[in-house]
Structures are given as structure tokens and as C-alpha cells.
């Protein structure tokens, strides 16, 4: 059974940085297909972040060079170290993963099996 479990949320101002956990059991996550995606009220959810169990990282345009997911393997823990944040990153974070995804689907949520319960980011101006 794999479980997720985000940490790291909170608030911050306009141009700060946050770094948001993921932990995982019942999975080892460098053979993992994993990524992050949020969701602020009334908005659609979005894939944000994603990396394959071979290290090949994607990224939403909106995030390119300001965000960076990465793996603590030694901790089976998922990163997101979010960078330059602007109060449009304010939104519910997840963490998802699953045991294989097509390329072309990574960041899409409709296609990872298991999910972590959320951690609110809010960015003010």
C-alpha cells in the first residue's frame, strides 16, 4: 500500500521560497513515476512538477526556473523547492504517484493512482 504525505506549506510573501515535502511509504521512490500538482479555489487543477524513476523532469510553463522537484532517496521523501513565488502559486499542493506513466501524461492528474492529502501554499503580495 502506498502512502503519501505532504509537508512544508505555509505562507509566504511575493519573491520568497518554500520547499514543500512529500513522504512516501510502501514505495521506494527512485523507481517511482512522481509529481506535484495544485489547486486554488475555483481553479482547474494543474500539474506542476513531475520526475520518472530515471530522473526526466517536466515542468508547467508557468513554474520553468523557479521551481525544481527532486528526490531525497535517502529519506524516500519527494521535493518541491519553489523559488521567486508569485501570489499565483497560492493554491493546494499534492503529491502523486504511481508505478509507471506515459510520458505524455505526466502532468496530468487523471493519470497517478495515489495521492497525498494536500498542503496549502499561500503567497502574498
Known amino acids: 500500500q502506498v502512502q503519501l504525505v505532504e509537508s512544508g506549506g505555509g505562507s509566504v510573501q511575493a519573491g520568497g521560497s518554500l520547499r514543500l515535502s512529500c513522504a512516501a511509504s510502501g514505495v521506494s521512490i527512485g523507481g517511482y513515476y512522481m509529481a506535484w500538482f495544485r489547486q486554488a479555489p475555483g481553479k482547474e487543477r494543474e500539474g506542476v512538477a513531475a520526475?520518472?524513476?530515471?530522473?526526466?523532469?517536466d515542468y508547467a510553463d508557468s513554474v520553468k526556473g523557479r521551481f525544481t522537484i527532486s528526490q531525497d532517496n535517502a529519506n524516500n521523501t519527494l521535493i518541491l523547492q519553489m523559488n521567486t513565488m508569485k501570489p499565483e502559486d497560492s493554491a493546494m499542493y499534492y503529491c502523486?504517484?504511481?508505478?509507471?506513466?506515459?510520458?505524455?501524461?505526466?502532468?496530468?492528474?487523471?493519470?497517478?493512482?495515489?495521492w497525498g492529502q494536500g498542503t496549502p501554499v499561500t503567497v502574498s503580495s
Open positions: 502523486a504517484g504511481d508505478h509507471w506513466i506515459p510520458r505524455w501524461a505526466v502532468l496530468r492528474g487523471d493519470r497517478y493512482a495515489a
Open positions: 520526475i520518472d524513476k530515471n530522473g526526466r523532469t
